[in-house]
C-alpha cells in the first residue's frame, strides 16, 4: 500500500512593489552598494509603505496559491503562518488571514521559528495532511522586516527586506511529496540574534524604546559562521539518511540569508550552478519569505519539474535549523 504524503500543489508568492536600493541605504547609513554586494550579495530589496501589516502580504500571496489551484479560500482546512513579524503580538496573524481570506472552515495559528519558520510550519502542515485529517493545509511565511529594523544600524538594516510566500498542501499516494525532514533548535545561540524589546522580559517602556530594543539585533559574525557550519551539516544529514548524495540533488532551495552562506553549502555538495536558486540580489533576507520566494523564481526560471527531488534548508534565530526533503509533485504556474 502506497504512504499518503504531503504534496506541494500550489505556490503563490508576493513582494510589494517599492524597491530600496544599496544606493539608496548609502544614503541613509554609512555603507556602499559595493560593501553591501561583496559581503552580502544583495543589491535591493523590496518593502512595503509604512504601515502596511504582515497579514497584507501574505493574503497577497495566498491569493495567488489558492488561484492557481483554482479552489476556494472556503476549501481549506488549516492556515499556518510562519513569521516573527505579526501583525500584533495577539491575535495570531493566522487568525487575521483566515478573516480576510474568508477561509470560514479553517483554524490556524502561529509559528515563531525566524527564517526556519517556513519549514517549521510546512514539516508541521504535512503531519496534519499525512495523518489524514486534513486534506488541504495552507502554510505561509511571511515577514515585513522592514518593521523591525534599526535604520541607524547599518549592520542589519541593509540585509533585510520584506516578502510573503504560501504553499498549498494536500494528499497524494504516489512517490512524489514530502519524504522527510530534519529539524534542531540549539537556544543557547538566542543571545546571538534576537529582538529584546516588547516581549514579557522586556515589556514595551519608554526606557527600551530609547534604548532601540524593539529592533533585530545581531552579532553578525557569530551567525555568519555558526549558519556556514549548519547548511551543510543539515543537509548532507538529511540526504545520507534517505541514502542519497548531493548527485541526487536536482534543485537545492535555501534559505536567503548571504550569497557567501549559500555558496559555501553548494560548494560542500559539489553542486552546480544550475541546481541552486539563488535571489538574495533582488529580495535581501525576508525571513520566513524566503523559501516560497525561491520556490516561485525556480519556477519563474522553469527549473522545476515533476519527479525532481528538492532540497529546502534554512538557519535561523533561535539557533533554528531545519532541512526538507521533497520529491516535486508538479504545480500549475501561471
Ligand atoms: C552581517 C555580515 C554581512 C557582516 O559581514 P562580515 O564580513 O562578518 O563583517 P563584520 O561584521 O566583520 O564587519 C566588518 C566591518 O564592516 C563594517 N560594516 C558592518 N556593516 C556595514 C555596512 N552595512 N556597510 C559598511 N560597513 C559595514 C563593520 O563595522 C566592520 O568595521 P570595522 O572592521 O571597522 O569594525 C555577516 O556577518 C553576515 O551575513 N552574518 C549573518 C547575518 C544573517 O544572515 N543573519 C540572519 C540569520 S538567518
Partial sequence: MNQRRACITAVGTHVPEKVLTNADLEKIVDTSDEWIRTRTGIERRHVVEPGTPTSEIAVAAAREALRRRGIGAGDLDLIIVATVTPDMIFPATACLVQDKLGATRAWGFDLSAACSGFLYALTTGAQFVQSGTHRRVLVIGADVMTAILDYEDRSTCVLFGDGAGAVLLEPGEGENGILDFSHEVDGSGACYLNMPGGGSLHPATRETVDARMHYIKQQGQHVFKYAVRKF??????????????????????????????????????????????KNIHEYGNTTAGTIPLALGTALDENRLSRGDLVLLTAVGAGFTVGSVLVRWSGVSWD
Fill in 232 to 277: 551543510a551539516e543539515s543537509a548532507e544529514k538529511l540526504l545520507l539518511r534517505n541514502d542519497f548524495t548531493g548527485t541526487d540533488v536536482d534543485l537545492f532551495v535555501a534559505h536567503q540569508a548571504n550569497i557567501r552562506i549559500i555558496e559555501a553549502a553548494q560548494h560542500r555538495m559539489g553542486l552546480p550552478d544550475v541546481k541552486v536558486v
